[in-house]
Nanobody, 115 residues
Framework: QVQLVESGGGLVQAGGSLKLTCSASGGVSSLSTMGWYRQAPGKERELVATVTGHTTKNYADSVKGRFTISRTTNWSAIFLQMNSLKPEDTAVYYC?????????WGQGTQVTVSS
């Protein structure tokens, strides 16, 4: 089973930036899809961004142009660079790994954007 550990969350003012890191271990496949999801209080978990391989990337409309997802060449980590943060980006951000029947989640990291 793949293990995921997120880091990099915190408190930032609107307009600021944060970079999240998700470290993966336990047999990560280069054919996997990894991504970031978020869940705000009282809301359902939603997709933020995913990456398959190194070049196939998908973003939620709400973060396009502001967030960038990337992964290391050895597939051991993914990153989420978040710029121009807005209060509505406040949520717990979760890392996800998917490959065939494997669907793993990290414990989440809190991102709070103050206005």
């Amino acid at each position: 089973q793949v293990q995921l550990v997120e880091s990099g969350g915190g408190l930032v003012q609107a307009g600021g930036s944060l970079k999240l890191t998700c470290s993966a271990s336990g047999g990560v496949s280069s054919l996997s899809t990894m991504g970031w999801y978020r869940q705000a209080p009282g809301k359902e978990r939603e997709l933020v961004a995913t990456v398959t391989g190194h070049t196939t990337k998908n973003y939620a409309d709400s973060v396009k142009g502001r967030f960038t997802i990337s992964r290391t060449t050895n597939w051991s980590a993914i990153f989420l660079q978040m710029n121009s943060l807005k209060p509505e980006d406040t949520a717990v951000y979760y890392c996800n790994y998917r490959r065939l029947t494997v669907d793993s989640w990290g414990q989440g990291t809190q991102v709070t954007v103050s206005s």
